[in-house]
């Protein structure tokens, strides 16, 4: 397989993504070799740890490879979509869950599915060129692969600002918001994977340095704007790039975003609930939301121009309450050891 490696490197399993070309998105292939990787590591006691890692200068993972997705959708295929998804978010859980340390190196962009591959980790290390970000609304899907959760999780309103607006995290914005744990400059990641494959985990805590200032620890605006329903938050908005964000992402999107935030919230969840309440959306997104029309003014057509199926204060509860709604039958089925 070419755009990913996995192999064992003294005590580590190391996991490469190497489709620097493509700015390493994720293929469904991919997914699978991680899990493949994860699962054949976990019981085997010459494996310590793993570590996580990507290939070119630009990016770890610039989100999931959609092009496939919308081709087939717009075909009237929905169920590669599923498919994807649905294998997708359990390889996500099990990286959440593995009973070993994974540690991801996070440089350059790490966008939507690099999210779900490297922040959910138990050592997730960032540095000067690192920008994380789950920009999901803006091609009118929802931030998923669990990035809910860790949106959910974030620092007063910063997960509603970050999921709405596709904000950009810096080094100190991501571990400020818990996306990222430690801060080492990227002229030390080669001395450290090199300890991480004699198996000293503890080498990441030595070489990490004071994490940068965060700038979004100060933006106490945010959690006034970011505390109402869309269109409150919209009216609310003055900073420029926040308000072009909000005025060009899908409404749909959006508002399920907020929904899907305050419940996690609220049942204090974990990462399965979070990836169920995802999937609800995913799941009848190719049918019922406005992914199609976003993938294709984004990155087929390129006019930047969506129709949206509706404006910001047009969405109704009931349209979010239908596009979370359980699945039943169709729901994601998670194994014990997963």
Not at 32 to 54: C, H, K, M, P, R
Not at 122 to 137: A, F, G, K, L, N
């Amino acid at each position: 397989m070419t755009d990913i490696t996995t192999r064992i490197d003294g005590a580590a399993g190391r996991i490469t993504l190497t489709r620097p070309a493509a700015l390493n998105a994720l293929t469904y292939d991919m997914a699978i070799a991680i899990e493949q990787a994860l699962d054949a590591w976990a019981g085997d006691d010459a494996v310590s740890l793993v570590i996580l890692e990507a290939e070119g200068e630009k990016a770890f993972c610039a989100g999931g490879d959609v092009a496939e997705i919308y081709r087939r959708g717009i075909a009237g295929d929905h169920d590669y979509a599923r498919t994807f998804w649905r294998d997708e978010y359990r390889m996500n859980a099990k990286i959440a869950g593995y009973g070993k340390p994974v540690v991801s190196f996070l440089h350059g962009f790490v966008m939507g599915g690099g999210v779900g591959i490297g922040c959910h980790g138990s050592h997730r290390i960032v540095c000067d060129s690192s920008r994380i970000s789950m920009p999901e609304c803006a091609i009118g899907l929802i931030p998923d692969v669990g990035g809910s959760l860790l949106l959910s999780r974030a620092p007063g309103r910063l997960g509603e600002f970050l999921g709405l607006t596709g904000h950009r995290m810096d080094a100190g914005d991501a571990i400020h918001c818990g996306f990222a744990d430690h801060y080492v400059p990227a002229e030390r990641w080669d001395s450290l994977k090199d300890a991480l494959c004699q198996g000293d985990i503890d080498a990441v805590a030595k070489a990490a340095a004071p994490a940068p200032t965060s700038a979004l620890a100060a933006q106490d605006w945010i959690d006034t704007c970011f505390d109402g329903t869309l269109p409150e938050i919209i009216a609310c908005t003055t900073d420029e790039r926040s308000a072009k964000a909000l005025s060009t992402g899908s409404p749909l999107s959006m508002a399920c975003t907020l929904e899907m935030l305050r419940r996690l919230r609220e049942a204090d969840a974990g990462i399965r609930q979070a990836l169920d309440l995802e999937f609800a959306f995913t799941w009848r997104a190719l049918g019922q939301s406005d992914f199609l029309e976003g993938v294709r003014a984004a990155l087929i057509d390129k006019d930047r121009s969506p129709k949206w199926r509706q404006t910001p204060d047009g969405v109704t509860k009931d349209e979010v309450d239908a596009m979370l709604a359980a699945l039943e039958e169709n729901a994601l089925v998670w194994e014990d050891t997963a």
